[in-house]
């Protein structure tokens, strides 16, 4: 009677750890979206235009592309903002 209680408690014991990993950031890093120089780069252009601007990590040229936060921003062509691979070009 008891034994599919001790199964689930079992489960659920070695479950959680794995759920606290899930929503941590190993590296540290949260992602914030684009940086306020990659959306000043796109002022005033339109989606899919050629865009460069100077950044933490050097120059970076690109187009600019709407991100999940809906700004538009500078984003280098081999920067996988989503996680797949690059935008195909039309």
């Known amino acids: 009677m008891f034994k599919p209680?001790?199964?689930?408690?079992?489960?659920?014991?070695?479950?959680?750890?794995?759920?606290?990993?899930?929503q941590s950031n190993p590296t540290g890093d949260e992602h914030?979206?684009?940086?306020p120089e990659s959306i000043?780069?796109?002022?005033?252009k339109s989606e899919g235009d050629v865009c460069e601007f100077d950044g933490a990590h050097g120059h970076v040229s690109g187009t600019c592309r709407k991100g999940r936060s809906g700004d538009l921003?500078?984003?280098?062509?081999?920067?996988?903002?989503?996680?797949?691979a690059p935008p195909s070009e039309p």
């Open 73 to 84: 921003s500078c984003w280098h062509p081999h920067h996988h903002h989503d996680g797949g």
């Open 32 to 35: 914030h979206g684009p940086s």
């Open 5 to 22: 209680m001790y199964i689930a408690a079992a489960i659920a014991w070695l479950l959680v750890p794995t759920l606290g990993a899930a």
């Open 40 to 44: 000043a780069a796109c002022k005033d």
